[in-house]
């Protein structure tokens, strides 16, 4: 079945440490997207790449960095610069950036800084 | 910039009772207007959508009409099931002058059904 897969489920981060947030997809897609959600809000952009090796900062993007190397993955690093990182992280990703407002989603990776 | 506003929930209904979500937009130009659900411990799938004024969207029992005069997209359905509990989020597609495309989210509304 073709979908998007995010790891891990939960994730525990000691302040001050950087950490990578995991996101694959085999739906053969070119864009990809990361939004950050905190409780009674909706999704926040964070990073967005439209094709391999090229990526752009979203609304929210201090504090994280992406890499696209290939077409499937979208790995998300959250650093030590990102003050407030706990919260819940999703990925999407869309047929072409002209398909932006149709995403398919991932089923999330929450994060808690101790 | 380009928003959305959601009604405030929780919402909790018994099952078959109607439902109605509020929702209603501020943007510039003509934007595509959709609702969004997300299952308890899932990521959000695309529910419906609507690309122009008067379009009615339509999926699994909900639906959603694009009404410009009221920039509202109402999510309704005329019998909920256990099953519908979820977050709805509205939202828009935007083109900020300057920048590029996005989806533009609500806050997200918590349906609760009880048998």
């Known amino acids: 079945d073709g979908g998007i897969t995010q790891s891990p489920k939960y994730l525990f981060r000691k302040e001050g440490q950087n950490v990578t947030l995991s996101c694959e997809q085999n739906?053969?897609?070119?864009?990809m997207y990361w939004y950050r959600q905190d409780p009674g809000q909706g999704l926040r952009l964070i990073y967005y790449?439209?094709?391999?090796?090229?990526?752009q900062k979203g609304d929210i993007a201090e504090g994280y960095s992406v890499s696209r190397e290939k077409k499937e993955s979208f790995p998300l690093t959250v650093t030590s610069a990102q003050k407030n990182p706990t919260a819940f992280y999703l990925c999407?990703?869309?047929?072409?950036?002209?398909?932006?407002?149709?995403?398919?989603f991932g089923p999330g990776t929450r994060l808690t800084v101790l | 910039g380009d928003s959305v506003t959601q009604m405030e929930g929780p919402v909790t209904l018994s099952e078959e009772a109607f439902l109605t979500i509020n929702c209603t937009y501020t943007?510039?130009?003509?934007?595509?207007l959709f609702w969004y659900v997300q299952y308890p411990g899932e990521g959000l799938q695309l529910l419906l959508k609507?690309?122009?004024?008067?379009d009615k969207g339509s999926n699994k029992g909900f639906e959603a009409t694009y009404r410009k005069e009221t920039t509202s997209f109402h999510l309704e359905k005329g019998s909920v099931q256990v099953s519908d509990s979820a977050v709805y989020f509205c939202?828009?597609?935007?083109?900020?002058?300057?920048?590029?495309?996005?989806?533009?989210f609500g806050k997200g509304t918590k349906l609760t059904v009880n048998p």
């Open positions: 999407a990703s869309s047929a072409d950036f002209y398909s932006y407002n149709e995403q398919f």
């Open positions: 739906l053969n897609h070119d864009a």
């Open positions: 790449s439209q094709i391999v090796n090229d990526f």
């Open positions: 943007a510039t130009g003509y934007p595509s």
């Open positions: 609507a690309t122009k004024a008067d």
């Open positions: 939202a828009l597609s935007s083109r900020p002058q300057g920048g590029s495309e996005k989806l533009v």
